[in-house]
Structure formats: C-alpha cells, structure tokens
C-alpha cells in the first residue's frame, strides 16, 4: 500500500471526542514483530484533541495531543489515513467526556512540552522480558512520555487512568482495559 492509499476518511469516522484514543496496526518488519511478541495487536497510540475549523483544503478535521515529538499526528486526514485504526473511548457516563474535554486539552498541552521518552520505551522492553521471567520491575522517571503513556498519563491525571496503575502503559493492557470502549476499527 502506497502512502498516498486511503484505508479510511474522515467521513468514515464516527463521530470523535476530545480524549478518544486511536490506536494505529504496526506496519513494517520490527514493528509488527514486536507486536507478536508482546501478544498485542496495535502499535502506536494518539489522543483526539479538539475540532479544527475548516482549512485551506475546505473541510474541518480532527487535531490530535499537541507533540509531534511523540509520534502524535496534528490532523488525522494528512497524517494517518493510510493506516488501518482503531478507536477506543473511555468508558465514562454520558457527558461526562464532554465535560471534562478542556481539562484533556489542558493536560496535553501542559504534556506536550515535554520531550519523548526513548528510555521509557526500553524499559518497556525490560519490562516485558523480567515479566516472562516472573520478576517484576518497573521505574517511572521523569516528565517525558511516549505516546500510550502521554494518554494514560492525561486521564489519569483526572482520576480515570486507562490501564492498571501497576504496570506501565503498552499496548497489551490498553487493548484490554475495562476503561476503554472500542468504538470503530479496520483491523
């Protein structure tokens, strides 16, 4: 599949809200390996943020968590159309997503200054591999993310974290949260 193929437009979407989570399939080699071995099915994580205004191209789209620095994309449409997707929505009662929509934007603002977290990521891997072993370890570090965990990080930042707060945040645990709803896919 080419770049420019669309798996999907935005017309295809259900209707989004801030604080949605996307959830993108691995592609290439690595990722997808990874992927397998973690026993997951998605690879890279954003967070809906709010409507933008019609743009030069004619038509409103969705922004996304403020940092392209973490892998989190400024539009769905330019950035991720051709990629299959997934879309959880946290399982919280009606409207109150909708109320607590500026606070999510302003926890990924707040967020969104700080810079990605490579040793995160390892220690993911770490993770993973002392689990196997029955070990456990895991270390919380400083004020950098990686993209699931800027969005458990926002959510549990108002009391609705997305996953179990005693392991980090991968994959694995956030496609089978109790909090998270799935609401639309491609794969």
């Keep these: 599949?080419?770049?420019?193929d669309s798996v999907w437009t935005v017309g295809d979407l259900p209707e989004l809200k801030t604080?949605?989570?996307?959830?993108?399939r691995a592609q290439g080699r690595i990722q997808q390996w990874v992927v397998k071995t973690i026993g997951a099915e998605s690879w890279h994580w954003a967070l809906v943020g709010r409507k933008q205004p019609?743009?030069?191209?004619?038509?409103?789209?969705?922004s996304v968590a403020e940092s392209i620095d973490k892998?989190?994309?400024?539009?769905?449409l330019s950035q991720y159309q051709h990629r299959h997707m997934r879309?959880?929505?946290p399982r919280l009662p009606d409207g109150e997503q909708e109320k607590l929509a500026p606070y999510v934007m302003k926890r990924c603002n707040f967020y969104g200054k700080a810079g990605y977290d490579w040793m995160g990521v390892a220690n993911i891997g770490v993770w993973f591999l002392l689990r196997h072993l029955g070990l456990t370890w895991w270390m919380k570090?400083?004020?950098?993310?990686?993209?699931?965990?800027?969005?458990?990080?926002?959510?549990?930042?108002?009391d609705f974290p997305l996953c179990d707060m005693g392991e980090p945040p991968n994959p694995v645990n956030f496609e089978q949260s109790d909090q998270l709803e799935l609401i639309w896919r491609t794969f």
Excluded: H, S
């Design 54 to 62: 019609a743009d030069d191209w004619g038509g409103e789209d969705w």
């Design 1 to 4: 599949m080419k770049a420019t």
């Design 87 to 89: 879309i959880y929505r």
């Design 19 to 24: 604080g949605d989570c996307l959830c993108f």
């Design 71 to 76: 892998g989190v994309a400024r539009t769905l």
């Design 141 to 158: 570090k400083d004020m950098r993310f990686w993209c699931i965990e800027l969005c458990n990080q926002v959510w549990a930042d108002l």
